[in-house]
């Protein structure tokens, strides 16, 4: 079973925990993640780019010269593909789709598989003691400076993954730099991939198991 150190807010190293192996000991599928993330990424697209259809061109309808002897191709109105100010073939609609789906047990493989992968690299962190400090931004810095996550935490990403919605603690990380915040039960794999340190708490551990396992 993984073992992890706790630290409290002053950086001091408390004692160890077990983590469970389900979700921090379990198999890498790179394949798996990253058909995850494409799927997420996907499923935050929108489709707001639209081109106009030869029915929605403000031009006259009328035919642009007679259909014989004019020695040029036979046409219709100036609302064509091929005319400067006409509609745009096959041109976006607005209504795409890039809806995709990934089955939950894949999603919780590849979970687990990418919080596994951030426990070998040692970017996860547990610290205990977030749900009492006073909301305010330089106490959250504070805190990121005593863990001595790396030599520059200024441009380390840093995302906290709380067990709840804690007002106080997000309230002092909304406003510092390079600072993401997220509860446990809405974790997930570009999440937990793109999140840089991941600090939980004791009780995040608790969620994540009652949640996903």
Not at 25 to 30: D, L, M, N, T
Not at 68 to 73: C, D, E, I, N, R
Not at 174 to 195: E, F, H, I, M, P
């Amino acid at each position: 079973m993984p073992t992890i150190d706790v630290f409290s807010t002053s950086g001091k190293k408390i004692k160890k925990i077990n983590l469970p192996s389900e979700i921090f000991g379990a198999k890498i599928v790179e394949t798996l993640m990253a058909q995850a993330v494409r799927v997420y990424l996907s499923n935050q697209r929108q489709a707001p780019a639209k081109t106009k259809r030869r029915g929605e061109i403000s031009l006259s309808g009328a035919k642009i010269y007679r259909q014989k002897g004019t020695g040029h191709a036979r046409h219709g109105d100036r609302k064509a593909p091929i005319f400067v100010k006409g509609a745009k073939a096959h041109g976006p609609t607005g209504k795409q789709n890039f809806k995709l789906k990934l089955a939950k047990r894949m999603k919780k493989k590849a979970l687990f598989s990418a919080l596994t992968s951030k426990f070998k690299a040692k970017e996860i962190w547990v610290v205990t003691g977030l749900e009492k400090i006073e909301p305010k931004t330089k106490v959250m810095v504070k805190i990121i400076k005593n863990l001595k996550l790396k030599n520059d935490s200024s441009k380390l990403k840093i995302t906290f993954v709380l067990p709840k919605v804690l007002v106080n603690v997000i309230r002092a990380g909304r406003n510092a730099k390079n600072v993401d915040l997220v509860q446990g039960k809405q974790l997930n794999t570009y999440r937990v991939l793109s999140g840089g340190q991941l600090i939980f708490m004791p009780e995040t551990i608790e969620v994540l198991k009652q949640t996903f396992v």
